[in-house]
């Protein structure tokens, strides 16, 4: 309930970085990739390069190709535009590096004396040394060194770098296509830029500079439920019934804010039923949950009302505290869905939680080319043509000097046209589209409401609805919240539990 609007459209585009993988050279894993899809240079428009690319032309002679350990060239496509083609030497594709980086907006500048060559984009500078493997970077986070696998080399007056690597220090990605020959260059910030300017009301958001009370009173309440009748066929009797099953939960809460530490109790109401005779039923359930000093803390009664409750289970859920630290919290998630996880860029990304914008540069500059998959970057574009479409349904309204009033409406038909406009639907599959989900009677909508004053949000309420019916099956789910922050309340200080077990001591006894 404490979820900013505006956090939820950095979460739905950082959600491509789960897909994170290493930029690959050609392989003959990599024969089934015929076609790339990349970001457009003009709009967050996905660009799906020919089938029937050219063969690519060495640009040199044979005998300065044999000079050189010339091996062969590769089409390159940086975002939507065609570049000349790249040479290939030791199995490594070598890109003109002026050519390339002033075609990406980047200063060129070459100390003959030194023979070191620099070219700086934005904030980020790089440079290296003819005859050395390093390229240095160096941005607003800081400087590193990037090891190179291929020295640069000087060919009729122009100097070639590997395009992996010069990809790299700008945070772009590549992906290459075995079957065209091509390498497929997306320039993320560039992506990003484009997606601002099609999108004034999340950018509008942005620009206001939202701000975390230092210290705040919170009290919220939230109702969710689900429902869902499906049939359950008995194939000895050749007959089928139908299991009703239905879902609900309510959440009360209050509590406290001061910085990013927070103390949090909530009353649970609870119930599970099906028509096979499967129930539960909650009442009022406490929860506490408590961040400080980068430790969770959270204890809850709830199993005292679940029957037959497993021992191994009974100190979970009957008013333990435990405690688990914001690392170890991490690196449990890490584990489980097989990934790496930084801690520290992790931190760094919650200080930028309230500018989307900020987070995601923060996500490129760190991350560069590893920040996305080989296969995720149609994922991504489709993620960046949804956000500048919801953008038109949102409204930013100057209430006061620092006051505003921030609202979302989506319905059915608002629905529908994201759906063609990510999928670029032709005009008869829409019409079709719009039929079947009329025939099942579809209900979509989100009425979102949030308050801001003094560049704080005091006030949020969300109203979602959803529901579709079709034959002997039925869903819906609704949601309904109402939350308010009281930064002029008077409050303790957060106080931590000295008796709280650490739950991985408990689990699995380390």
């Not at 800081?142 to 007056?157: A, N, Q, S, Y």
């Not at 239905?246 to 910085?259: A, F």
Request: glycine share 4%.
């Amino acid at each position: 309930m404490k979820k900013k609007l505006i956090s939820l459209f950095a979460a739905a585009a950082m959600m491509t970085s789960s897909a994170a993988a290493a930029v690959q050279e050609p392989t003959a894993t990599n024969d089934q990739i015929s076609t790339g899809v990349i970001g457009g240079a003009d709009s967050p428009t996905a660009v799906y390069v020919s089938e029937h690319i050219p063969t690519a032309e060495i640009p040199f002679t044979a005998e300065i190709a044999e000079r050189y350990g010339i091996e062969g060239a590769a089409n390159i496509y940086y975002n939507s535009q065609y570049l000349d083609p790249a040479i290939i030497i030791q199995s490594r594709t070598m890109l003109p590096f002026r050519d390339f980086l002033e075609t990406i907006g980047a200063a060129v500048t070459y100390d003959e004396k030194a023979k070191t060559v620099t070219a700086v984009r934005g904030e980020t500078e790089i440079s290296f040394t003819l005859d050395s493997d390093t390229i240095h970077i160096k941005n607003d986070l800081g400087e590193k060194d990037i090891t190179m696998d291929v020295l640069p080399v000087v060919i009729e007056g122009n100097t070639y770098a590997p395009l992996r690597f010069l990809s790299e220090a700008f945070a772009m990605q590549v992906d290459w296509s075995r079957y065209q020959h091509t390498a497929l260059i997306a320039d993320f910030e560039k992506y990003y830029d484009e997606l601002w300017g099609q999108c004034p009301n999340i950018m509008k958001i942005a620009e206001i500079g939202l701000l975390q009370p230092e210290r705040a009173a919170s009290s919220g309440k939230a109702d969710i439920a689900f429902h869902a009748e499906f049939p359950l066929y008995n194939l000895s009797e050749n007959n089928a019934a139908k299991n009703v099953l239905d879902i609900k939960l309510s959440l009360d809460s209050v509590g406290t804010q001061m910085n990013i530490d927070s103390d949090t109790t909530s009353t649970i109401n609870f119930s599970y039923s099906e028509s096979s005779g499967n129930n539960i039923e909650i009442k009022d359930a406490s929860l506490d949950l408590i961040m400080k000093d980068e430790t969770f803390y959270f204890r809850t009664d709830i199993g005292e009302q679940i029957p037959d409750i497993p021992p191994e289970a009974a100190g979970f859920l009957q008013g333990q505290w435990f405690k688990i630290s914001f690392e170890d919290y991490l690196s449990l998630i890490a584990s489980t869905f097989g990934s790496n996880i930084n801690i520290e860029d992790m931190r760094n990304l919650l200080n930028h939680s309230q500018d989307p914008r900020a987070m995601m540069e923060y996500q490129i500059k760190t991350s560069g080319s590893r920040l996305y998959g080989t296969y995720s970057v149609d994922a991504v574009t489709a993620i960046v043509k949804l956000l500048a479409k919801i953008d038109s349904y949102i409204n930013v309204a100057e209430t006061g000097e620092d006051d505003y009033m921030i609202t979302m409406k989506m319905n059915n038909e608002d629905l529908i046209d994201c759906i063609a406009e990510i999928s670029e639907m032709p005009e008869d599959e829409l019409t079709e589209l719009r039929s079947e989900f009329n025939d099942c009677n579809l209900i979509f909508n989100i009425d979102l409401n949030e308050t801001v004053t003094d560049k704080i949000v005091t006030a949020q309420k969300l109203s979602f609805e959803y529901s579709m019916s079709e034959s002997d099956a039925v869903i819906s789910i609704t949601v309904n919240s109402d939350s308010a922050t009281d930064p002029a309340a008077e409050i303790e200080d957060i106080k931590i539990p000295d008796n709280a077990a650490d739950i991985l001591e408990k689990i699995y006894g380390i």
